[in-house]
């Protein structure tokens, strides 16, 4: 009797054991929370949102969003590398708060950001212009033409921003120095790209980078011109518009995106879930139907390795923008 319960004992163990690894091993088991650095609405909440969507459906659990406003994105950041590295607190940020925040403000962290943070997959790019105005007979309509206007008439060519420190703030002050140090006029709008745009039509300022979603129409109008485009390739919507590298400024130009983060620390296995997870998510048609909507650039990363290099690269890209052009942002 004895041995008969040892045994059922020893197989009860073995099954709950099996049935723990097996519970270990899927990923998702439970609600899996992805924190966003700004309040819902925006491009990043957006994309965020969908992503998650399908993440639910794929992997059969919650996947809720977070929204962590504030700090220049340091809120949502600090959120996500004091989580537990299980895979279930993620962190979905884009090129303002997870490439230059971590450059400009690494004195604000007090942790080494790359030793906490892990890139999952970039998810989508959003295609900028480089623009100018026709407001007042502005007759620019090439980045040679830019630079001639401006090297002619110093100190009289504004450019919109979307902030002070914005990165189009510093892809404009970093063009300048690029062409020869230009004297050019910063003229930021608290408005964001709306403001920037009324700006460029009432000819208050003459050059902007924008995102091509938000310009586009002032563009088919003809009250913008788009002079360069800041991408890998040629749009097809806008076939004749040269890229920035095509213009001789390969480095100038923001390509933004959002991406996915995670704890550092977590386990690669579920690491890897997670990645394979997302990817997938961004191959179903229903979520590409969605992101195309918006005009994004849908670009996952190929693998968890090719990630991290390319979070590397965008924060060696800004550590060297930021140290030929100074801006106070404080």
Known sequence: MKALIRLLAATLFVVFAAQTATAQ???????????????????????????????????????????????????????MVKAAPDGYTLMVGNVSTNAIT???????????????????????????????????DFSVKTVKDLIDYAKKNPGKVRYGTVGVGSYPH???????????????????NKNGATGVIQDMLRGDVQASFLNVASSAGQVRAGKLVPIAVVNDKRL???????????????????????????????????????????????????????????????????SLDDANKWLDGEISHWKTITSQVKIETH
């Open 25 to 79: 091993d899927k990923y998702p088991s439970r609600t899996v929370r992805i924190v966003v650095p700004y309040a819902p609405g925006g491009a990043t909440d957006i994309v965020a949102r969908i992503v998650a969507d399908e993440m639910q459906k794929i992997g059969g659990q919650p996947v809720i969003v977070l929204n962590k406003p504030g700090a220049f994105g340091m809120i949502a950041i600090d959120e």
């Open 102 to 136: 971590p450059v400009l403000y690494a004195d604000k962290m007090n942790y080494d950001y790359r030793k906490k943070v892990a890139a999952v997959t970039n998810l989508i790019n959003i295609p900028a212009f480089l623009l100018v105005t026709t407001a007042n």
């Open 170 to 188: 510093y892809d404009m002050a970093y063009f300048g120095k690029k062409a020869g140090d230009l004297d050019l006029v910063a003229l930021p």
């Open 236 to 302: 097809s919507d806008y076939p004749t518009v040269p890229t920035m590298a095509e213009s001789g400024y390969k480095d100038v130009g923001t390509i933004a995106w959002n991406g996915m983060f995670a704890p550092a620390d977590t386990p690669k296995p579920v690491l890897q879930k997670v990645f394979e997870l997302a990817t997938k998510a961004l191959n179903s048609e229903e979520v590409q139907a969605k992101l195309h909507k918006q005009n994004f650039d849908i670009t996952p990363n190929k």
